[in-house]
């Protein structure tokens, strides 16, 4: 019986071939093939890695410098080389290869040595390859490892250096992006030469707060911002062995990376709290915290969720563990739902497509085998994978119930409409009905913070980084209620400083949550979400009118919508000298936390205001936070403060004009 059914399903399988040959149906892949050279000896390059960027999909040439890449879809693609001796070869679109279905794309690349020896960076131009240099057979193939092993250069296909310029836009061919910063391909620390420099990490500065006289804006008015991505990147960044780029240190999400112990509000839904002292950095600033506290709800009165998962198959989600990580991070929080929560799953590579339709939490097993089942692969289509959960969390919508969509992916986008204006408006018209998206990101390389960071902004939801299964017991255990659970919406601080005491005020961080002073009591005005129990902080420097007595320093307004959006609340409460100031050797130590915090991330920005500031010093301030506020995150802010003195040196955004070491900034 079985004998019969095997020699069936061979039967079967001829002539479904027989029928699509006569059909003239043709393979839907091809492959890319290659060699790499050196281009002064000629000698082949083995243990280089060949990367596809849109796919992730990489080999690693042979002891003939050769490689192979098979199963590749018809379509344009940007080749990555790197190798220890000669860098990371990228970028240009020279660097193009047109695959064509079934067959066989031949390149052949000369390496040189000279980016890393001149300390600069550089980067290959390919000449255009002759026409018809695909191949159905290997021959090709065969001619190039013989020209490899001989050490005979192709001129055809060599590699001519070439500088890259800062503002070259031609990667990857998307408006989607930002151009990366582009580091110089030379090991700048000797404790860290085996670390490779995480390439196209897209970040966006912001800019830097400046002070501002009370006399001309007493206002200082801004959205609440409960993420702390930023945070998570930079450690990465320097447990790697990297400083980070600045762009990539926001500096409110530094602050808010650290829990301050704030008591929980009774029966309101926020309890505001200010505290004041000295400047250990200069002596003539005050500092001032203004912190907003949510009120927290129990797991068993949460309201029900309506949870729409959002996965990134793409082949760049194949590196690293990035996909375990999401698969560890799906499977976490729907171990924190029940019987009166739903769950759907859709996904996206070069296409989207539904994963399971919405169906009861409980049904944990059936869940995590459709995560298993999913393979990544192909390009990415990040415009069709969002607006399909749209539509899946739009289906499943119950006015009262939480209705989160959580968006796991590293951010890079290369298929289909790429303008974030275009899919930013899409999640605006969701998020007004009440839908909240929530972004996590994965990844180091090829990952960006830019869209992930604007997505949860726009969607109202949360943006962390996950980078360990830490970070997953964090944001889908231990704060999943904060996630999905929506305390107030539009969410907008207003500080009003009294000009007779403070003369100047400077707001470190949320310059992107900025709020025009008129829009305050605007309903109209977009704010921050907050989930429950999620705590808020802000730090102020000020600068005094001397020779007065100070009273009334500021009132803080909070003011916030219902989650239904309905209704609209506002809270006030007076900072006075007498009542909140305390000397810094006498103020809390959960105060000196958030300073030294905040001046951290201004020193790896390298502000103007952190410029006489050491890591030498910030340590010293941090270390009796080891007795006084015992516990992971002291000990963890001690360890990467400790990290980035040691690497303080050298900066992944060189400027041979301008570089940074220890605790100044100095100018050739």
């Known amino acids: 019986m079985n004998k019969l059914k095997l020699m069936l399903a061979v039967v079967a399988a001829v002539l479904s071939t027989a029928f699509a040959t006569a059909a003239g149906e043709k393979p839907a892949a091809g492959s890319i093939s290659g060699c790499l050279t050196d281009s002064e000896t000629g000698q082949p390059v083995s243990g280089a890695w060949v990367t596809i ?53 031949l390149v052949q690349i000369a390496l040189t040595t000279k980016a890393k020896k001149d300390g600069g960076t550089t980067a290959p131009r390919l000449t255009a390859p002759a026409p018809g240099e695909d191949s159905k057979s290997s021959e090709g193939m065969s001619k190039l490892r013989q020209g490899a092993a001989t050490g005979e250069p192709d001129a055809t296909y060599r590699l001519e250096e070439q500088r890259v310029q800062s503002g070259d836009h031609s990667y990857g061919g998307t408006t989607l992006m930002p151009v990366p910063k582009r580091a110089p391909s030379v090991d700048y620390h000797p404790n860290y030469s085996d670390y490779w420099l995480p390439q196209d990490m897209f970040f966006e500065d912001y800019g830097t707060n400046g002070f501002t006289d009370t006399r001309r804006d007493r ?58 002292t000295d400047s250990p950095f200069e002596s003539d600033i005050k500092v001032l915290k203004v912190a907003v506290k949510g009120r927290e709800i129990d797991r068993f009165e949460r309201k029900p969720m309506n949870v729409t998962f959002v996965i990134d198959v793409s082949g760049s989600m194949g590196r690293d563990n990035r996909f375990a990580l999401v698969s560890g991070s799906i499977k976490a929080l729907v171990k924190q739902l029940n019987r009166h929560d739903r769950v759907g799953m859709v996904a996206y590579g070069s296409q989207a497509f539904v994963v399971f339709e919405p169906i009861a939490a409980d049904r944990h097993w059936d869940i995590f085998a459709a995560v298993d089942r999913l393979r990544v692969g192909g390009s990415t289509y990040a415009e069709a994978g969002i607006r399909l959960g749209y539509e899946m969390a739009n289906r499943q919508f119950v006015n009262g119930h939480n209705n989160v969509i959580i968006l796991c992916s590293d951010g890079v986008a290369n298929v289909g409409r790429t303008s974030p204006d275009e899919i930013m408006r899409e999640v605006q018209r969701f998020a007004r009905r009440g839908i909240v998206m929530s972004t ?74 900025a709020v025009a002073d008129n829009r305050f009591r605007d309903n109209r005005q977009d704010g921050g979400e907050v989930g429950a129990g999620h705590e808020i902080t802000a730090v102020y420097e000020l600068e005094m009118n001397r020779g007065r007595k100070f009273g009334q320093i500021a009132t803080v307004h909070v003011r916030w919508k219902d989650p239904s959006g309905k209704q609209v609340f506002e809270l006030g409460r007076d900072a006075q000298w007498r009542q909140h100031y305390a000397g810094f050797e006498q103020s809390r130590p959960e105060l000196r936390l958030a300073i030294v915090a905040g001046r951290f991330a201004e020193v790896l920005k390298q502000t103007p205001y952190a410029a006489g500031t050491s890591f030498e010093t910030l340590y010293r301030l941090a270390e009796p936070l080891r007795h006084e506020l015992p516990g992971e995150q002291t000990e963890d802010l001690l360890n990467l403060i400790r990290r980035a003195a040691d690497l303080s040196g050298w900066h992944t955004d060189y400027d041979e004009d301008d570089y940074f070491y220890g605790d100044r900034n100095y100018k050739r």
């Open 53 to 105: 960027s849109e796919t992730g999909d990489r080999v690693q040439t042979d002891s003939s410098g050769c490689f192979s890449i098979n199963g590749v879809p018809r379509a344009v693609y940007h080749l990555e080389v790197s190798h220890p001796d000669y860098g990371i070869v990228k970028g240009l679109p020279e660097l193009v290869v047109a695959v064509n279905a079934g067959k066989e794309k």
């Open 219 to 276: 206002f200082s008015t801004f959205a609440l911002d409960v993420d702390d991505a930023s945070y998570n990147l930079v450690r990465r960044y320097l447990l790697d062995g990297h400083v980070p780029p600045r762009d990539a240190v926001r500096v409110e999400e530094f602050i808010n990376h650290f829990e301050y112990g704030y008591n929980v509000p009774n029966d309101e839904t926020f309890r505001v709290f200010t505290e004041m």
């Open 440 to 513: 996590f990101g994965y990844g180091m390389g090829n990952y960006n913070d830019v869209l992930l960071e604007q997505l949860a902004v726009k969607g109202n939801g949360r943006y962390a980084y996950v980078n360990d299964s830490d970070d997953i017991r964090d944001e889908f255990v231990d704060n999943v209620i904060g996630t999905l659970q929506v305390l107030a919406r539009d969410v907008k601080v207003q500080v009003e400083f009294n000009p007779k005491a403070v003369k100047a005020y400077r707001l470190l961080g949320y310059e992107n949550r």
